[in-house]
């Protein structure tokens, strides 16, 4: 294939697309909302033709292509809600993340990480096919893995995200425990307790223990918003404090002494994993050690003595 024959898809494919576009965007074509229908019944519109009225909102960088296609994603996102496809699972590992997100939302930006995957697919057989090398099974296997490599990194990076965020609320929960310990035992409320911390501290922990407050602020009994707390997180030893609280809380039981019992428990748990690791390094490092260094140690201790086999003495 030349390179004006390349030139000449790429051109018939972007005028194809943007004439898409256009029919898409027609009134006809796309179907107003329940919310849009109503709208100017529900708000002063002012006797002023649209043409001369400003566009509302933040201007965008491309114009009215962007427009354009922040309109399509967004119907593609209404689109793909109709599936919900493990919408619950997803919600609770967003908010282990701390995400303030949808599952719709992550799904649609996985939709655009496999489309991103596609794109650079599209891009390279265009390129090779202009270089005359193209090939029609690697373009193919390219079409199928690129895509799901994008949605299955979106997801995957999450999944690290969880873990990297329940690794700092464990290392800052003893802290932050024997704070509250400290501020119960000098006389403060729970409430108090909490807000104390939250004034003095900052971190995964500490935003989790301001949802609370803010919370309990807003008319949230304290018990149930402790218990929103564990269900966000869903880490053991933080629900085991939560529940500690609970229980303190409602039979009356010293809360200091709750709240240090728990802040050391974590510490040993802290140390237990730290030895439990070092166990699995411990035997790691038998890898390099027989396969490495062991031969060499075997090859110079007897090549002396081959050497000297061979050359008979």
């Given at each position: 294939?030349?390179?004006?024959?390349?030139?000449?898809?790429?051109?018939?494919?972007?005028?194809?697309?943007?004439?898409?576009?256009?029919?898409?965007?027609?009134?006809?074509?796309?179907?107003?909302?329940?919310?849009?229908?109503?709208?100017?019944?529900?708000?002063?519109?002012?006797?002023?033709?649209?043409?001369?009225?400003?566009?509302?909102?933040?201007?965008?960088?491309?114009?009215?292509?962007?427009?354009?296609?922040?309109?399509?994603?967004?119907?593609?996102?209404?689109?793909?809600?109709?599936?919900?496809?493990?919408?619950?699972?997803?919600?609770?590992?967003?908010?282990?993340?701390?995400?303030?997100?949808?599952?719709?939302?992550?799904?649609?930006?996985?939709?655009?990480?496999?489309?991103?995957?596609?794109?650079?697919?599209?891009?390279?057989?265009?390129?090779?096919?202009?270089?005359?090398?193209?090939?029609?099974?690697?373009?193919?296997?390219?079409?199928?893995?690129?895509?799901?490599?994008?949605?299955?990194?979106?997801?995957?990076?999450?999944?690290?995200?969880?873990?990297?965020?329940?690794?700092?609320?464990?290392?800052?929960?003893?802290?932050?425990?024997?704070?509250?310990?400290?501020?119960?035992?000098?006389?403060?409320?729970?409430?108090?307790?909490?807000?104390?911390v939250c004034r003095s501290s900052h971190g995964e922990l500490s935003g989790e223990f301001k949802i609370v407050l803010a919370q309990t602020r807003s008319g949230i009994p304290l018990i149930q918003a402790l218990t929103g707390l564990s269900e966000r997180t869903r880490i053991i030893p933080l629900v085991r404090f939560v529940d500690g609280i609970i229980v303190a809380v409602e039979r009356g039981t010293p809360l200091a002494d709750v709240l240090r019992a728990q802040a050391q428990d974590v510490r040993d748990t802290a140390k237990?994993?730290?030895?439990?690791?070092?166990?699995?390094?411990?035997?790691?490092?038998?890898?390099?050690?027989?396969?490495?260094?062991?031969?060499?140690?075997?090859?110079?201790?007897?090549?002396?003595?081959?050497?000297?086999?061979?050359?008979?003495?």
């Amino acid at each position: 294939m030349s390179t004006i024959a390349a030139l000449a898809i790429v051109a018939g494919g972007i005028l194809g697309a943007g004439l898409w576009l256009v029919l898409v965007r027609l009134p006809f074509m796309r179907r107003p909302s329940f919310a849009e229908r109503i709208e100017p019944q529900l708000r002063f519109v002012a006797p002023q033709s649209r043409l001369l009225r400003d566009i509302d909102g933040p201007q965008v960088l491309f114009g009215p292509l962007e427009r354009i296609l922040r309109a399509l994603i967004a119907d593609a996102i209404r689109w793909l809600g109709r599936f919900d496809i493990g919408a619950a699972a997803l919600a609770v590992r967003l908010r282990q993340a701390g995400r303030n997100q949808t599952p719709l939302d992550f799904r649609a930006r996985q939709v655009l990480w496999a489309a991103a995957g596609l794109g650079l697919v599209v891009a390279s057989v265009v390129l090779s096919a202009a270089t005359g090398s193209f090939n029609l099974s690697l373009a193919l296997f390219g079409a199928i893995v690129l895509p799901g490599a994008g949605f299955v990194a979106k997801d995957y990076f999450l999944t690290v995200r969880i873990k990297h965020r329940q690794r700092r609320i464990l290392a800052e929960f003893p802290s932050l425990a024997e704070l509250m310990a400290l501020a119960v035992g000098a006389g403060e409320s729970a409430t108090g307790a909490l807000e104390r911390v939250c004034r003095s501290s900052h971190g995964e922990l500490s935003g989790e223990f301001k949802i609370v407050l803010a919370q309990t602020r807003s008319g949230i009994p304290l018990i149930q918003a402790l218990t929103g707390l564990s269900e966000r997180t869903r880490i053991i030893p933080l629900v085991r404090f939560v529940d500690g609280i609970i229980v303190a809380v409602e039979r009356g039981t010293p809360l200091a002494d709750v709240l240090r019992a728990q802040a050391q428990d974590v510490r040993d748990t802290a140390k237990r994993e730290l030895m439990e690791s070092a166990g699995r390094k411990e035997i790691g490092m038998m890898v390099p050690l027989v396969f490495g260094v062991l031969p060499l140690t075997i090859i110079f201790a007897v090549f002396p003595g081959l050497a000297l086999l061979q050359f008979g003495f």
